[in-house]
């Protein structure tokens, strides 16, 4: 069974659109900036991926991410060209942090802001008349949590359409959380090279609209094979080698795939030391017989990590590599981990070939692991 991707929609620190975003990516231009949100002088860390929207003279404002939140998911609707009453359609948001930067604002007297908005129902229902919403804070895999979940009611017959969504604006508190338990602070993000050091913040939004196959009244983007996720508990930041294989195999299966179907893995890539070498050991173990194997990048390295959203931005960055056949660099990488060796990390430039079937990973703290496979809807 497949699922068809009708719209689609992004915004992140380099491009307000998935096409812009694609773009970007392929031109593999720096795209950190020094650290604006918060006060330099207080944190390690001095670089962060953030959406260039706060004011000019400084400061912060509330709900930047329920207002990417509705931007994506207005713009993913009429992609897929459907009315923007959602009374009927069920909303799934992944996030991470949810709005909590609002409400540290609201804390420290710096924003007014109803309790009520800091939920993302309130601004769905307002905008969009949205009378069924979930949040899943699911860490980094959120959205493919709500993927997964929004294949599952297309497929027990519970709705036709489901819009997933994902959104995470930097908080103070993540920010600093992250500056106290990296061991290493980075200047930038490397995922897979030697010099990683560990994770910056980025800033973004995602969403897509979900059909049941053959109901749509456009031509579809890509179609969603299956969609496998876990949580395997075994610790409450290293990453579980046993626990990812058995994500990536169970995709696998529910997508009736195997390893040497694959021409293109986005990579989950935090950068930090241990998932980066635990993510490519299982891959390297699980393409070790599959041919030549397919084409991996991770995105992170330009976007930052964008947190809940992270997994749905690489997933519309899969698309859009498998329409255009064109897969963008990992920026920065010139020397591979030893865990990676074997693969076909994409460095440098961007690499053309034709991309079939791409596989996407999100993996999170405490071993909460999503992988989505999704084809080209010309297949």
């Known amino acids: 069974m497949t699922w068809d991707i009708t719209g689609m929609a992004a915004v992140a620190n ?16 720096e795209s950190r900036t020094p650290l604006k949100a918060f ?5 390690r860390a001095a670089y962060a991926y953030e959406i ?47 709005e909590q930067r609002s409400l540290e604002l609201r804390w420290r007297g710096n924003a ?12 769905l229902k307002e905008t969009f008349g949205a009378a069924t919403t979930y949040t899943f804070a699911n860490a980094c895999s959120a959205t493919l949590y709500a993927l997964g979940l929004a294949t599952d009611m297309i497929e027990l017959g519970m709705a036709d ?5 994902g959104t995470d604006a930097a908080t103070e508190s993540g920010f600093g959380t992250l500056d106290r338990v990296q061991h290493d602070i980075p200047d930038a993000l490397r995922p897979f090279d030697t010099s990683h050091k560990g994770m910056l913040m980025g800033e973004g939004a995602a969403a897509v609209v979900i059909q049941r196959a053959g109901t749509a009244s456009r031509p579809v983007h890509a179609r969603v094979r299956g969609v496998s996720m876990n949580c395997d508990a075994h610790h409450a930041t290293a990453p579980d ?31 930090t030391p241990r998932n980066d070498a635990a993510e490519a050991g ?45 897969v963008p660099p990992v920026l920065g990488l010139t020397n591979p981990i030893p865990e990676a060796t074997g693969l076909d990390l994409v460095q440098g430039s961007p690499v053309s070939g034709d991309l079939a079937i791409a596989q996407i990973d999100a993996f999170g703290f405490g071993g909460i692991n999503a992988v989505a496979i999704v084809e080209a809807a010309a297949r």
């Open 14 to 29: 380099i491009g307000a659109s998935p096409q812009e975003i694609f773009a970007a990516l392929c031109a593999g231009q």
């Open 39 to 43: 006060d330099r002088a207080k944190y």
């Open 52 to 98: 260039n929207d706060r004011p000019e003279a400084g400061g912060d404002i509330p709900l930047r991410a329920t207002h990417w939140l509705t931007t994506v998911v207005r713009q993913a609707v009429a992609d897929a060209d459907l009315d923007q009453d959602l009374a009927h359609v069920p909303v799934l948001v992944g996030t991470t942090m949810r």
């Open 112 to 123: 007014q802001v109803a309790l009520k908005d800091l939920h993302f129902g309130t601004a």
């Open 161 to 165: 359409t489901v819009v997933v969504a």
């Open 241 to 271: 080698p046993d626990g990812i294989t058995r994500a990536v195999l169970d995709a696998y299966r529910r997508a009736d795939a195997r390893a040497q179907d694959i021409d293109l893995v986005m990579l989950h890539g935090s950068g």
């Open 282 to 326: 299982v891959l390297r173990r699980i393409f070790d017989s599959a041919g030549p194997g397919p084409r991996m990048t991770a995105i992170k390295a330009m976007t930052g990590h964008t947190l809940g959203g992270s997994g749905l931005l690489s997933l519309l960055v899969a698309v859009l590599a498998m329409k255009k056949g064109t």
